[in-house]
């Protein structure tokens, strides 16, 4: 079927009310709930690394119910650190990269891990994925965080052409505009989950079928 010209306008509307009825992704539902600090939303994304949001949500909550700050957390053993965030996935290792963090954050920056990007860089498990979204949720800074539905969501519209999560990053911030930045991941999370879905896409029912170019896609329902 001929295709319209893709509006990056009219799809994001448009998605943003197709998700309206799923779950959030899992950091923005913890922001929601109140654990919006630039450490809190760190420590979160890093727990949820190669873990399902349905795993990720409660081991977060679990932690953070038994210490919430640097401070706090620096003073628990990564053995007690690994059995609160127990079943994420590499639970043992995160459990290391969340405690030397922590002790980083309460030794240098006084307990309060800044809005700075170049320093959560530093930190050891962390990628440009956990400190742009944690800078975009708790500090209101426009950074794109691509994850595995981003960077399949993205290509199969037919929006940009990259061949990992890295390079999607680039190419999105080479051309989506900027007020899009954050609401890529905090959107196409839960669409990429439940309606763009990386086998059999409902594309018969979905909002934006008429722009997609549906790269890739050999079958859907």
């Known amino acids: ?18 998700v309206a009825p799923y779950p959030k992704a899992a950091m923005f539902e913890l922001a929601g709930d109140g654990f919006n600090t630039p450490f809190e939303q760190l420590v979160a994304c890093i727990i949820s690394i190669r873990t399902l949001d349905e795993v990720t949500l409660p081991a977060a909550k679990r932690l953070f119910a038994r210490a919430r700050t640097a401070e706090a957390i620096s003073q628990l053993t990564p053995l007690e650190i690994d059995r609160l965030i127990n079943p994420s996935n590499f639970h043992e290792r995160k459990a290391e990269q969340i405690l030397a963090i922590a002790q980083q954050v309460a030794a240098e920056y006084g307990g309060e891990l800044p809005c700075d990007r170049e320093v959560l860089l530093t930190f050891g498990g962390v990628g440009p994925k956990c400190a742009n979204l944690a800078l975009g949720i708790a500090c209101g800074q426009a950074f794109v965080s691509v994850d595995v ?41 839960p669409f990429g989950k439940h309606i763009c879905t990386g086998r059999l896409p409902r594309c018969s029912t979905c909002p934006v079928l008429d722009m997609c170019q549906q790269v890739g896609v050999e079958a859907h329902r």
């Open 1 to 18: 079927m001929d295709k319209e010209p893709f509006d990056i306008d009219v799809v994001m509307a448009r998605v943003e009310k197709a």
């Open 149 to 189: 539905h981003v960077h399949r969501v993205t290509n199969r519209w037919g929006y940009i052409q990259a061949a990992t999560p890295e390079k999607a990053m680039v190419a999105l911030e080479a051309k989506l505009p900027p007020r899009y930045w954050l609401d890529i991941n905090r959107l196409l999370v």
